[in-house]
DNA sequence: CTCACATATTTCCAGTGTAAATATTTTGCT
DNA sequence: AGCAAAATATTTACACTGGAAATATGTGAG
C-alpha cells in the first residue's frame, strides 16, 4: 500500500519532509501549499490527493513534530538516576524542542494549523504525554491533594513547561545581550519532591 | 495632533476597534487589511498611512488587547484581602482574559502578528506584567533561593498561568462533554505562601 | 488665494488555497 | 494478454490576500 512505484513513488512522506525543511528555514509564512510542492518537484494541486488540503499537510507535519517532540522529552531520561532527575530531563527535553524548532512548536499547537481532532497526531501527542505523565506519579506539590490528584500534577507541570517554551520563544524572557532566556526552566521550576 | 476632522475623522481608532470586532467574530484568519478596511468604508489601501502594514495594524490591536488583559487581571484585585487570595484573582484574570478573548489572545504574544518591540506595545504590556511582579513579591517557594529570586518568581508564575491559558485554549484540558477544562487554574497552582 | 501636506482612492501586481476538468499511470479482473 | 477501473498528477481558472505606485481629495498655514 506504502509502495514507490506511482509517479513520485513516495509524495506523502516527501511532502511533510519538505515541509519540514522549509519549516526550519523560513518559519510558518513560508510554509505554503506551492513552496512544499515546488521543493519537491509536483504541482501545487498534488498534495490534494494526499492530504486533502493544506491543513491536512500541516496535520501531518504536526504528526511528526510530535514524534520528534517525545524523542526530544525521553533523550537524557535513561541515563537519569532519580526520579527528580528524570523530571528535570524531560522538562529539559520539551523546552530544547521548542527551542531548536520554534515553528513547528509553534504549528504543533495551534488549531490554526493543524487539525488536533486527527486520530493520527493524538497518538503521537498521547505518546508525547505519557512521558509527561509517567514523570507526574507521585509528586507531591502543596494543593496536590483532592480530586483528580494525578490529572491536576500532570496539568500543573505541563503548563509551567509549555508556558515557559512559549514565552521564551517569544522574546519575553531574554536576559542579556545575546538572546537567550536569563534562566532555564530548571532554574524557574519549584523543585518539589516525590513522596508516598 | 489626534484630530478628528479629515476625511474619515478618527480613523486610526476605527480600525483599530474594526480589527477587535473582526477578531471576536472570525478569528485570526478572517483579519485581513481588506476586511478591516471595508467594514469601516474605506479603501484596503487606506491604513497604510496610519500603520505602514498588516503587521502595523496588528501590533496596534494587539497593544489594546494588553490593556484590556491588565484590566482583567486587575478585575478583582481591590476586593481581595489577603495576599493569597490577589494572586488568586490576579492569576484567574489572566485566565478569563484568554478564554473571553482568544484570538486576541493569539495575536498579543505572536510574533507573527505583533511586533513585540513596538514601543506602545511595550509598555502596555509592561504595565500587564506589573500585576504579576507584585503579586510575585515575596512568594515562597522551594527552589526560590539563588540569584535572581524576584524576576525567577515571575517567570514561574507567568508560565504556568501563560501555559494553562494557551493549552485550555488549545483544548487540551476538556473534561466532560462541554468544551470547558476539567480543572480551573487555581486548583492546578501550588499553594504557595508568603513569607520574610 | 495658493501652496504644501496629510489623507484616501484607484489601479495594478505577485502571491495564496482550492475547485473542476483533464491527463497519465498503476492496479485489478477476466 | 487485454481492458476497465481506480489512483495519482497536471492544467486551468477563480476569488482572495498584502503591498507598491500614481492619482485624487481634503486640510491648514502663509
Redesign the interface.
Known sequence: MEGKKYHHGDLKNALVEAGLEILEES???GLSLRAIATRVGVSHTAPKNHFGSLRGLMTAIGTEGFRRHSAFMREGLTEAATRADRLDAAMSGYVRFAEAHPHLF?LM????YCD?RDETLGAAARDSYAVLSEISEGLD????E?P?RQ??TE??L??????????AK????VGGDDGRP??SIL??????GYGG
Do not use: I, K, N
Open positions: 518559519g510558518l509564512p509553534e499547537f495551534s488549531p490554526l488536533l506539590w502543596p494543593g496536590a483532592g483528580d490529572r491536576r496539568m500543573m505541563w503548563s509551567l513547561v509549555h508556558g515557559y517554551a512559549q514565552l517569544a522574546g519575553q524572557f536569563a534562566h532554574s524557574v521550576m519549584p523543585r518539589f
